[in-house]
């Protein structure tokens, strides 16, 4: 049985919404009642049927949706996608990893087939049925990687990996949470991370990237991260600040269940094979509050970790106009019980 995919906005009348099934597999990021920002990652590995780590690479009854909302983004601002001339390698190495994933993991909607160089690939929700030769750039109507990406959820970074260091050398970035793509490229792994605050001190990005740095092909690995956005807006970039940094403004009491939403990110990483480069992809979920809350551990978990962040996460997630009204709404679900450890539902 195939995918109901929802025909939805996120801008404008912002018509999304979670199916049920949609909000018992949403990725909720915390597994205990308190959050302080670490690397927190676990190998990628298949997760429980349903689940979001059912398959390498997930998508959900919001993909046709969401891939119509990357195609305006992309038609408005084409610098969202980029990438330096040595990584072309890198793209034909992405566009082989997600063509394989999806036609493995959901055939009833993706079919690849090779003979040799001569691929053909069929992406049913999209109407595409296209038959090209591998590693020639002619024969599709964008390079490699914004040609797969512009069928993918999620933003995708690929960082070239040289002088001891990771590069970010090239990109899509239409669902990001407020950094730029065109302001980040060519930077290395710890100049992009450079605002984040309290990790430095701790040690968390050069632990990192030193894991990073041996990552190996087979073996991906994954973490969460997570932020909150009024609207769900996917594209909540700096170059569109103008377009959503009001929004902020808009929460009431009365709303803030309807349009505060929990934005998490669902953070991968994969070494490629033939380029040596590693894939990022940074897959975003949206869950209003009212939805969150129908989980009754989410409900009384969630402002607990809202009520004891540390003021520099709060400050640096933009949460200081509208957390304090947000824990006010949520503690009215939380009956002081205990949580069970995790994530996941009970």
Request: net charge negative.
């Amino acid at each position: 049985m195939g995918i109901e995919f929802r025909h939805e906005t996120f801008r404008d009348d912002f018509t999304f919404r979670n199916s049920p099934a949609a909000i018992r597999r949403f990725p909720f990021p915390f597994d205990k009642d308190s959050y302080m920002y670490a690397v927190n990652i676990e190998p990628h590995v298949s997760g429980p049927k349903g689940s979001v780590y059912e398959h390498p690479i997930d998508v959900d009854e919001h993909y046709v949706s969401e891939m119509a909302d990357r195609a305006l983004v992309l038609k408005e601002d084409p610098l969202r996608c980029q990438s330096l001339p040595h990584m072309t390698l890198a793209g034909w190495d992405l566009l082989e990893l997600l063509m394989e994933c999806k036609s493995t993991s959901y055939p009833e909607h993706f079919s690849l087939t090779r003979d040799g160089d001569k691929w053909h690939w069929i992406n049913r929700p999209l109407g595409i049925d296209d038959k090209f030769t591998f590693g020639d750039v002619s024969t599709l109507p964008y390079g490699p990687m914004e040609y797969i990406t512009r069928q993918s959820q999620g933003d995708f970074c690929l960082l070239d990996q040289r002088d001891g260091n990771l590069w970010m050398d090239a990109g899509i970035v239409t669902t990001q949470a407020d950094w730029s793509l065109d302001f980040d490229i060519g930077m290395n792994f710890m100049e992009w991370h450079g605002p984040v605050p309290l990790a430095h001190q701790l040690g968390v990005f050069e632990r990192a990237l030193k894991f990073m740095l041996n990552l190996r092909q087979g073996s991906p690995v994954r973490r969460l991260n997570w932020t909150m956005t009024v609207n769900p807006r996917l594209d909540t970039s700096p170059e569109n600040y103008h377009k959503w940094g009001t929004d902020r403004a808009t929460l009431t009491p009365e709303n803030i269940g309807n349009k505060l939403h929990l934005r998490v990110e669902l953070q991968s990483f994969f070494r490629l094979p033939r380029s040596n480069a590693i894939v990022f992809p940074i897959r975003c979920y949206l869950i209003k509050l009212e939805e969150l809350v129908t989980v009754p551990k989410w409900g009384r978990r969630l402002p607990r970790v809202l009520k004891t962040l540390p003021p520099e996460l709060v400050d640096y997630k933009g949460l200081t106009r509208y957390r304090d009204m947000a824990v006010e709404w949520l503690s009215r679900y939380d009956d002081g019980a205990e949580t069970s450890p995790g994530g996941w539902p009970d």
